[in-house]
């Protein structure tokens, strides 16, 4: 989506709201695509004293693998935007500025990359999901499973001194 700035470029406070959906379905993140839902944008370019300000939100309902104990659960995700444009930069390396084109700014591209870069490197069902159990796979959410603890091989004998005084 592009949105066409001429009308707000060179008069203060002018402002131009957007709304728009982008399909990011075919995304990969680490061999899954979470993003099955269509990204919502809203928001508005305003002009502060010759500064183009983009501000809006962005959310989709995002469908997840917990990366603990393997659960599918869905999650919503709302990314907040705050960039500045400009018609030309004045210094090179500043990469947080957009770039219009003429007198129009790619929202889309601005979107995803906004969304993109705010995906969760891990992703939890819970924040006290226990997961699962190294040795017999049960979901320790559900509640203990059957093994018992790791003995230290080199504590293997004390362990068996004190099952002999157990009994």
């Not at 995304?27 to 928001?43: K, S, T």
């Amino acid at each position: 989506m592009r949105l066409d700035l001429r009308d707000i470029i060179h008069v203060p406070d002018a402002k131009k709201a957007f709304q728009f959906q982008l399909d990011l379905s075919e995304q990969d993140f680490y061999g899954a695509r979470p993003i099955v839902h269509p990204v919502q944008a809203e928001g508005s370019v305003t002009n502060h004293a010759g500064a183009l300000v983009l501000e809006g939100t962005v959310r989709s309902l995002l469908e997840l693998q917990c990366d603990r104990c393997g659960k599918k659960f869905s999650r919503e995700k709302v990314v907040a935007l705050d960039s500045l444009a400009a018609q030309e930069l004045e210094d090179e390396e500043n990469d947080d500025i957009l770039l219009l084109d003429g007198t129009e700014l790619d929202l889309g591209e601005a979107v995803s990359t906004a969304f993109i870069l705010a995906m969760d490197t891990k992703n939890l069902c819970s924040d006290d999901c226990k997961g699962l159990c190294a040795k017999c796979g049960a979901d320790l959410n559900l509640g203990p499973c059957g093994c018992g603890p790791d003995v230290d091989p080199r504590l293997a004998a004390l362990a068996q001194l004190l099952d002999k005084e157990a009994e």
